[in-house]
């Protein structure tokens, strides 16, 4: 640990200078319309075990984040009931039978307060941990998270969740438009497309890490440990 509290994490594309006291840990949408079998994400055609691999390594760096006492935030993709929130582009987009707001096994489809909108339990949220109730792909889009953040003092993030490609994605680009330093752990982020995993990592650590930085959970907290 360097003097000023930092700690290195090997990272591409090079190290990430990790302050735990401004670092927080956001889940993207850890829920079980995306990764329970018979939810939203299942009944589109996708196999949900790309992104179940992801709920290990989720659950054992939650653990470490809460053991340390640092700064944890959960989000979830999903709509008030009366769908005003809703983009109409957003509800027909895939030309689906069933899209969001329709009922299915585990309530309406990505709608708040349902079953199926809920996180997992094993990464369920505990008191004093932030929900960020969020309608778009980004955490940051029509949600209260930059205010939440500056009042907190945190100026890095690292991202986990899901979709690699889709809500980490858009998360970690409007973070870094923020000012935020994001890392992401390759081992705690899943797409459903192995191609879209790997390219949406990539796309974060290009050109000297022009969204951020992608690590792995096994270093990150070897690092802070
Ligand atoms: C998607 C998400 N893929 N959480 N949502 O629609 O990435």
Same mark, same amino acid.
């Given at each position: 640990?360097? &003097?000023?509290?930092?700690? %290195?994490?090997?990272?591409?594309?090079?190290?990430?200078?990790?302050?735990?006291?401004?670092?927080?840990?956001?889940?993207?949408?850890?829920?079980? +319309?995306?990764?329970?079998?018979?939810?939203?994400?299942?009944?589109?055609?996708?196999?949900?075990?790309?992104?179940?691999?992801?709920?290990?390594?989720?659950?054992?760096? %939650?653990?470490? *984040?809460?053991?340390?006492?640092?700064?944890?935030?959960?989000?979830?993709?999903?709509?008030?009931?009366?769908?005003?929130?809703?983009?109409?582009?957003? !509800?027909?987009?895939?030309?689906?039978?069933?899209?969001?707001?329709?009922? &299915?096994?585990?309530?309406?489809?990505?709608?708040?307060?349902?079953?199926?909108?809920?996180?997992?339990?094993?990464?369920?949220? !505990?008191?004093?941990?932030?929900?960020?109730?969020?309608?778009?792909?980004?955490?940051? *889009?029509?949600? +209260?998270?930059?205010?939440?953040?500056?009042?907190?003092?945190?100026?890095? %993030?690292?991202?986990?969740?899901?979709?690699?490609?889709?809500?980490?994605?858009?998360?970690?680009?409007?973070?870094? +438009?923020?000012?935020?330093?994001? %890392?992401?752990?390759? +081992?705690?982020?899943?797409?459903?497309?192995?191609?879209?995993?790997?390219?949406?990592? !990539?796309?974060? !650590?290009?050109?000297?890490?022009?969204?951020?930085?992608?690590?792995?959970?096994?270093?990150?907290?070897? &690092?802070?440990?």
């Amino acid at each position: 640990m360097h &003097s000023n509290g930092t700690v %290195l994490v090997e990272a591409e594309p090079y190290t990430y200078e990790l302050s735990p006291s401004q670092c927080a840990l956001l889940i993207i949408d850890m829920q079980r +319309d995306f990764l329970e079998p018979g939810g939203f994400g299942e009944s589109l055609g996708n196999d949900v075990s790309q992104l179940r691999r992801t709920i290990e390594p989720n659950v054992r760096l %939650l653990e470490f *984040w809460r053991s340390k006492g640092m700064q944890v935030i959960h989000t979830r993709e999903g709509h008030r009931p009366d769908l005003a929130d809703l983009p109409p582009a957003k !509800k027909v987009r895939g030309k689906g039978t069933s899209t969001i707001g329709d009922p &299915s096994p585990m309530g309406r489809i990505l709608v708040r307060g349902e079953a199926g909108h809920d996180i997992i339990p094993e990464l369920y949220p !505990k008191d004093g941990e932030p929900i960020i109730d969020k309608p778009g792909k980004g955490a940051f *889009w029509a949600t +209260d998270l930059h205010a939440i953040l500056q009042h907190k003092g945190i100026k890095q %993030l690292v991202v986990t969740g899901v979709t690699t490609e889709v809500c980490v994605n858009t998360t970690v680009r409007e973070a870094n +438009d923020r000012g935020y330093d994001c %890392l992401v752990p390759e +081992d705690c982020v899943g797409s459903y497309f192995p191609e879209f995993q790997e390219m949406g990592l !990539k796309m974060i !650590k290009a050109q000297g890490g022009i969204f951020g930085w992608v690590s792995h959970s096994d270093k990150i907290i070897s &690092s802070i440990s």
